[in-house]
């Protein structure tokens, strides 16, 4: 004797929803062949089959907001629950980089001047240090002592540089900033050189405001009708 096994899943939710459009949901693939209607009785049936989809889909996004407004609740609820925290934590760490912002600032470019000083002592050393190899006869053992001895400097020099290149202030970062001192020119500039970004703008604004606007220069606004 076969005995059935029953499941612990639970139903799905989207079955359940769609489970009285069945047929609609069938004979709609069935029509879905590409071929428009012809006559006023097909119109008639598909208009039918056009309010059962849209009440099958008002169904599922009925099942849909059952169960996903829960966890959307517990998710907004979560936000909330933290969001004081996190807010006062970002004041807190805003209003600590504006007291050393100032200092951060100076300290950069203090340290930015001892680098370019140190670039500088690096290339004079360089060319002392080439000057004397230069000079230096082979034979001289003073000569070549007062060679190396300005290698030497020029090594200490370079190191010295490396080091104050690399010295930076942490927690400061370079930032750009712009402001726009001519919107007539700046759009006359994007219209030579990006004038994808310019006619995407265009376009979006007429999407949005054809009918606020429809006698607008170089906007066609007309009415027509279609299925819905």
Partial sequence: MNVPRLSNNPPNPIDEALAPFGDALSEAENWLDGTPV???????????LIRQI??????????????AKPIYDQWKAAKARFAPTLEDLDRMAKGLVS???GFKRKL????????????EEMWRKAREAEDAARAANAGDIEAQRAAAAKQAEFDAAEAAAREAANDKVKGLRTVTRYEITDHKALLNYIARHVRD??????????RKHHKEFP????????TE????
Avoid: C, H, P, Y
């Fill in 38 to 48: 012809e006559n006023e009785a097909q119109m008639k049936s598909v208009d039918d």
């Fill in 54 to 67: 849209k009440a099958a889909r008002k169904a599922v996004g009925a099942a849909e907001e059952s169960e």
């Fill in 99 to 101: 007291l050393v912002d």
């Fill in 108 to 119: 950069a470019a203090e340290k930015a001047e001892a680098a370019r000083k140190a670039q």
């Fill in 197 to 206: 970004d310019l006619t995407a703008f265009i376009e979006e604004w007429a």
């Fill in 215 to 222: 006698v607008a220069d170089g906007l066609r606004v007309w």
């Fill in 225 to 228: 009708k279609e299925a819905f």
